[in-house]
């Protein structure tokens, strides 16, 4: 009967009209009494587009406007501000800007180097952390206002035309064209490379190659998401393995906040014991180990994200080593299909859960992060040197050596 009624209402083309004409005034009152926080907003009222900048100026805030800026005081019609910001300086505005349209026309999007204080891409941070500090480091006044240095403009405009607009962009090289392009990312780019004597081809792989030559591009990890946005990507990434031996090497990075709790052991316990893992090694990290990570490693982000605390920047690696991985079901694939184990799943949101649910309000937040698969795991590892990478490698290496046979295995009782 209930079926039947939703039936008739669908075919009631009156009651439908209404009903979306209901749906979008609710999110239009929704957004004006409650606007989403995110990375765009717009200049309050009272404020010109240059008596903005000229504030950020007395403020000492360290930014750049990105993209469009060639025609200052004047933006292109339809163009918003994108500013790259200092993640401890975005607060420092919050009386300059407001995240309901106001109709000033003065629209930005403001996006900080790791991706804090609602300045993410997509919860990514923006850029590359790299390439993100290159672009304030080295910022040039225009007119009035702070932009980037040629390279790194170069690089920051090759990096949104592949990862942020992707096939849009109207690069040549992705099987999908757009029916519009917005900006002729081919044609400024290569131009741009001329200008600065580059030999680059205006290809995604082409600029990708380059980007990641000057440490500039995005790691796998981070690309992963990426890719999740925006599938055409997919080409870039590199192909997962598995050993024909079986089993799989795993990382998981802890967090500041977990080692400060004294849970440190307590996690290296729980999947010895609990996931049945075997322990390879704990590895803490020196100071210069634990900036290369927090740069190189989930993009440069490590803020609380949907938790009440952040769990802070990675302080060591557990390593260990699965005999026995699973694959996982179709809707967990659909949201990580980049991650190759079950076990690895269920260890972390497990260890997660445990944390959350000690009944102290402290301990909500995400002490612990893991490498998606074998791939990933070797490149983690690979961020503390080659004579670590070797060290782990020959662990891994006896464990599946332990597991050779002569004969083909019917079945496993």
Not at 82 to 102: A, G, P, S, V, W
Not at 291 to 311: A, N
Request: with cysteine.
């Amino acid at each position: 009967m209930l079926k039947s009624a939703k039936q008739q209402l669908k075919k009631n083309q009156v009651l439908v009209a209404y009903y979306h004409k209901f749906l979008k005034g609710y999110w239009l009152i929704k957004s004006f009494v409650k606007p989403r926080k995110s990375a765009r907003v717009f200049v309050r009222r009272g404020f010109g587009r240059m008596e903005f900048f000229e504030i950020l100026h007395q403020r000492k805030i360290d930014y750049v406007l990105l993209r469009w800026w060639h025609d200052l005081p004047e933006m292109p019609d339809g163009e918003d501000m994108d500013i790259l910001i200092k993640d401890e300086h975005r607060d420092l505005i919050n009386d300059l800007i407001t995240f309901r349209d106001n109709g000033t026309g003065l629209k930005c999007d403001i996006y900080t180097i790791a991706g804090s204080n609602y300045g993410s891409h997509n919860s990514i941070p923006y850029f590359q952390i790299n390439l993100a500090r290159t672009l304030i480091e080295t910022r040039e006044m225009y007119r009035g206002v702070y932009v980037p240095s040629p390279l790194p403009y170069f690089a920051s405009l090759a990096y949104h035309a592949v990862f942020h607009k992707g096939y849009g962009s109207g690069l040549p090289g992705f099987e999908k064209r757009p029916v519009h392009i917005e900006h002729d990312y081919t044609a400024i780019l290569t131009d741009q490379a001329n200008r600065l004597g580059l030999e680059i081809n205006a290809t995604p792989e082409g600029l990708y190659n380059w980007l990641k030559e000057q440490k500039f591009a995005p790691a796998e990890d981070t690309l992963s998401k990426l890719v999740e946005i925006r599938p055409e990507l997919s080409f870039l990434q590199k192909s997962l393995f598995s050993d024909v031996r079986g089993g799989e090497l795993m990382v998981y990075v802890v967090r500041e906040r977990l080692l400060n709790d004294g849970l440190l052991q307590d996690f290296k316990d729980f999947l010895a014991n609990k996931s049945q893992f075997d322990v390879i090694d704990v590895r803490m990290l020196s100071s210069e180990e634990k900036e290369i990570c927090t740069t190189q490693i989930r993009g440069g982000k490590w803020d609380k994200g949907p938790f009440k605390h952040s769990g802070g920047p990675p302080i060591a690696f557990v390593v260990v080593y699965d005999s026995h991985p699973r694959p996982l079901d179709d809707i967990e694939l659909k949201k990580q299909p980049r991650t190759t184990n079950r076990n690895n799943i269920i260890a972390k949101y497990s260890f997660r859960e445990r944390l959350t649910n000690s009944g102290l309000r402290k301990n909500h937040y995400n002490g612990v992060h893991s490498a998606d698969n074998e791939l990933d795991a070797l490149y983690y590892i690979s961020l503390l040197g080659d004579d670590y990478r070797q060290k782990v490698s020959t662990e891994v290496e006896i464990r599946r050596q332990r597991f050779s046979r002569s004969w083909v295995v019917k079945n496993q009782l």
